[in-house]
């Protein structure tokens, strides 16, 4: 079984702002239309069984989806692809959203993008939703690591933050996002303390030789087991992230440098994510 535990939804014309579009385009040397298709959506999926798919709620960087356009894609996928909510806390009404979004439209996880959308995420603002996700079985999957915007503080991407949610509330599921890059360390050991903290790969095979770091650094701390696949779909492919890491050993050839075992490669490609990130029933 293969699980792609991170791919968004996007309309870029209703979801982005013409500045993260600019900042976006920059930041990969030309232009690129963001927008996902259902038809192009599940084509890339086809190397996984099942999906995580979210948008992102983020006012202060330009990236706004609602959790009904969310809930929309996900059912349009026929089963594949399973849907988590987002919140801004800037917005008045966000815990309301988050009350809806999860009973109305049956979204089954949280994304969160602290910095995308300038909030500290131990602000003790946040406590009841982490309260009510513990309570619920609810993973929370969160942002951390650099970006392309300008206004995105990044004092709020740093994972260690993740280390101060987890000891307040030690059952909630956390997935910190794309090994939180570049502190792959901070990451790795916040994962390592708490049982239920995880960490996904997505977005960092294009940047081969820092993966390679990151991924032996994971070895050597013996905590390959909490790592989860993931895309970034539509930055990148699920094919395109496999592909990569079953080659990743190549450019080793003639050197003395270790070695990424096959065998863990494996693991991480074909992880049960969903059995480690869901209590009880699996959606």
Not at 27 to 45: C, I, K, N, W
């Amino acid at each position: 079984m293969i699980i792609d535990v991170h791919s968004h939804t996007i309309d870029a014309a209703r979801h982005l702002t013409p500045t993260f579009i600019a900042e976006a385009d920059r930041a990969r040397g030309f232009p690129v239309d963001l927008t996902v298709t259902r038809e192009a959506y599940l084509q890339a999926m086809a190397p996984v069984d099942r999906c995580i798919v979210f948008g992102m709620k983020a006012r202060l960087c330009g990236y706004y989806a609602s959790n009904d356009d969310v809930a929309a894609f996900a059912a349009a996928c026929g089963g594949k692809a399973i849907g988590f909510l987002s919140v801004d806390p800037a917005d008045p009404d966000w815990m309301e959203d988050f009350e809806r979004s999860r009973t109305d439209l049956g979204l089954k996880g949280i994304k969160l993008a602290p910095m995308y959308a300038g909030f500290d995420p131990t602000d003790r603002k946040l406590d009841p939703l982490y309260a009510r996700a513990e309570r619920l079985g609810m993973p929370v999957l969160f942002h951390f690591g650099t970006t392309f915007c300008a206004a995105a503080p990044l004092e709020y991407a740093r994972p260690g933050l993740a280390d101060v949610i987890a000891r307040r509330f030690p059952e909630l599921r956390i997935v910190i996002a794309h090994l939180g890059h570049p502190w792959e360390g901070e990451a790795l050991v916040t994962a390592r303390k708490h049982p239920h903290v995880y960490c996904d790969i997505s977005a960092l095979h294009y940047r081969p030789w820092q993966f390679y770091n990151s991924l032996v650094l994971a070895q050597e701390y013996r905590v390959t087991h909490k790592l989860l696949f993931g895309s970034d779909f539509p930055f990148t492919t699920p094919g395109a992230s496999i592909d990569a890491m079953r080659a990743m050993n190549e450019p080793l050839a003639g050197t003395h440098l270790p070695r990424i075992a096959q065998e863990t490669v494996e693991e991480i490609i074909h992880r049960d994510s969903l059995s480690l990130l869901f209590q009880g029933e699996l959606p």
